[in-house]
T-cell receptor, first 115, second 109 residues
């Protein structure tokens, strides 16, 4: 089946630094990738949608300059949390889908802790 | 706007069947999904159903869709302790996917 790899699975960083999270589709070409944030005991909140080769579309309330998304190839999207603060600590999950009507496949998520 | 609702918690005994329910509001949904999330992990796609289907069965999993009532259910037969997790239903139209709040399934040995 379709596999999405997300790296790293856990990261701890100091306040003010930047962190990059990678999302790769291993056995399919993902024309669209999605980034979500999940707070404890809550559902997923869509942050942004990225299409290969174009700018990401951010959901309302998500700062595009803080959460930089790059989808440079059909198998890789990255999320960079810039100038991280403790309130950015969360579980970030990516998902990917092929073209047309196809289901979403998720990565295993990244637990970000900002100290 | 779209709204997907689930009950928060379900407890069943090992070996019994579990039924997790979900209601949604967007009648133009094309796909409806069930995902499983274990602690600290991402979401695992369990199954999905096209909106023009009523039922889909895959081994221990049975999905029922009542499009008139906008109700989706996931039945897990012979529930095992390894089925303990949070289950999310989701609906999609085009590229937009809306997730439910998740149902925590607790399996009692």
């Amino acid at each position: 089946g379709a596999v999405v790899s997300q790296h790293p699975s856990r990261v701890i960083c100091k306040s003010g630094t930047s962190v990059k999270i990678e999302c790769r589709s291993l056995d399919f070409q993902a024309t669209t990738m999605f980034w979500y944030r999940q707070f404890p005991k809550q559902s997923l909140m869509l942050m942004a949608t990225s299409n290969e080769g174009s700018k990401a579309t951010y959901e309302q309330g998500v700062e595009k300059d803080k959460f930089l998304i790059n989808h440079a190839s059909l198998t890789l999207s990255t999320l960079t949390v810039t100038s991280a603060h403790p309130e950015d600590s969360s579980f970030y999950i990516c998902s990917a889908k092929m073209t047309g009507n196809s289901p979403l496949h998720f990565g295993n998520g990244t637990r970000l802790t900002v100290t | 706007g779209e709204d997907v609702e689930q009950s928060l918690f379900l407890s069943v005994r090992e070996g019994d069947s579990s039924v997790i329910n979900c209601t949604y509001t967007d009648s133009s949904s094309t796909y409806l999904y069930w995902y499983k999330q274990e602690p600290g992990a991402g979401l695992q796609l369990l199954t999905y159903i096209f909106s023009n289907m009523d039922m889909k069965q895959d081994q221990r999993l049975t999905v029922l869709l009542n499009k008139k009532d906008k109700h989706l259910s996931l039945r897990i037969a012979d529930t095992q302790t390894g089925d303990s997790a949070i289950y999310f239903c989701a609906e999609s139209m085009d590229q937009k996917v809306t997730f439910g709040t998740g149902t925590k399934l607790q399996v009692i040995p």
